[in-house]
């Protein structure tokens, strides 16, 4: 059923947001209320989903770069699409811009994936439950921060600055290096083969898997 709904191009209407979203905080404010708590173990358990989650962004982002695209009509071919042809940045700067595009519908993309890692949550133990859950929402961000980098990115760029904005604790969060800041991303965009820095979370796993990907992926 998962599978069924991210392959359905339907996914990206706001009627799935919302049904999406509704489902998510009923699930934490029932089930997995726990999480929440201020444990030395819960704090743990969300350094490393905050790491596993960068580290995902990283390979689905390798994946959707460099597989091939098929015009299927799925929603999976959409994401191949709109990854490789979001390279150039005045593409981005076009969509971002555009007054119909409805940035929080890319959540979409990801909710049925992390809703099924909410609910295979319900069947392991507790710390390892609420590493699932931090996990889960935190897919859920990546293309959020991924656009906020490049909504910063447009905030530079003088045929822009006037039309971009970000809020200040979503720069602040990017000053400070705790979500993708948009140098970091850029060096991505500007790479002659966008060969680098492929996280799109926060970035900070990228020496690593740049490392990889050089050493072992690069004909991938
Ligand atoms: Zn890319
Ligand atoms: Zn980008």
Not at 130 to 143: E, G, K, R, S
Not at 161 to 174: E, F, N
Not at 175 to 181: A, E, M, N, S, V
Not at 187 to 192: N, S, T
Request: glycine share 4%; proline share 5%.
């Amino acid at each position: 059923m998962v599978f069924g709904l991210i392959h359905n191009p339907n996914v990206l209407s706001g009627s799935y947001f919302w049904t999406y979203s509704s489902l998510w905080v009923l699930l934490m404010v029932t089930k997995h209320r726990r999480a929440f708590k201020f444990t030395k173990t819960n704090v743990i358990m969300f350094i490393l989903a905050y790491i596993m989650a960068d580290v995902i962004s990283a390979i689905v982002h390798i994946y959707l770069d460099h597989s091939t695209i098929t015009n299927d009509g799925s929603v999976l071919d959409a994401q191949r699409r709109g990854f490789r042809y979001h390279h150039p940045l005045d593409h981005v700067a076009k969509k971002l811009l555009d007054p119909t595009f409805e940035p929080y519908y890319e959540m979409n993309y990801v909710y049925p994936y992390a809703l099924f890692i909410i609910i295979i949550a319900n069947f392991v133990n507790l710390t390892l439950r609420n590493f699932m859950v931090y996990l889960a929402t935190m897919i859920c961000l990546f293309q959020a921060t991924h656009l906020y980098a490049h909504a910063s990115i447009l905030l530079e760029d003088p045929n822009y600055i006037d039309k971009a904005h970000v809020p200040w604790c979503i720069s602040l969060l990017q000053k400070y290096h705790i979500i993708l800041p948009p140098n970091h991303h850029k060096l991505h965009h500007e790479h002659k083969k966008h060969g680098i820095n492929f996280a799109i979370f926060h970035g900070l796993t990228d020496p690593l898997i740049n490392f990889i990907y050089t050493s072992f992926l690069k004909g991938y």
